[in-house]
């Protein structure tokens, strides 16, 4: 049976996510996250991608984009192949780094598009290793996650070019830097909870 088309559209917006072979890490050292940091660059700007939130964590990656130009799916292989070419060389490892397509889902709604946001930024904090830690242990991870746009978001270190922040205007402060003090109490809200937009 085939598989069925993608959603496209120009100004999509998406979440993406791309998970290792077998849920392997794809990431094994510094190195390798940083390597993976220097594709999204090239790749934005050849196909006109724009970049809201990202995270990296060992085995997995995801993405918030919009696609002026409804081009998700060459945007994700420019990225994962460029990547895997590189893990496969360094690691001497064969046969696939990535684990068949990437998952996409469609995006809308302002709420929602902040709530996938603080989703995205906790993901590091939302593994088995951490159930049971406190509030402030969480935080620590949270803010200590280097392959993550949320310290930026957070007003905790410089802004990145390569990421949109448009949709810190929807908390309604007065200032950039009272929308993103707001946006870092959003995110922490839920530090121990878990949001009923992404219960599954």
């Known amino acids: 049976m085939s598989r069925p088309w993608r959603v496209r559209y120009a100004g999509a917006k998406c979440h993406l996510t791309v998970r290792g072979n077998g849920r ?108 049971s830690s406190p509030a402030s242990r969480k935080r620590d991870v949270l803010m200590g996650r280097l392959y993550s746009s949320y310290r930026r978001y957070a007003g905790l270190t410089e802004l990145e070019r390569r990421v949109d922040y448009r949709w810190l205007s929807f908390l309604g402060c007065r200032s950039e830097r009272g929308n993103r003090r707001a946006y870092r109490g959003f995110v922490e809200a839920m530090l121990e909870k878990e949001d009923e937009f992404f219960m599954e």
């Open 24 to 131: 392997a890490a794809v990431f094994l050292e510094p190195g390798d996250y940083k390597r993976f940091m220097e594709q999204p660059d090239a790749a934005l700007e050849a196909d006109g991608v724009v970049l809201f939130a990202y995270v990296l964590m060992p085995n997995h990656y995801r993405l918030f984009v919009e696609t002026p130009m409804g081009n998700a799916h060459r945007f994700m292989q420019r990225l994962n192949t460029a990547y895997g070419m590189y893990f496969r060389f360094k690691h001497n490892r064969p046969g696939h780094c990535f684990q068949g397509r990437y998952g996409a889902k469609l995006v809308a709604g302002d709420r929602y598009i902040l709530a996938l946001t603080r989703y995205i930024y906790l993901n590091p904090v939302k593994v088995k290793g951490l159930d």
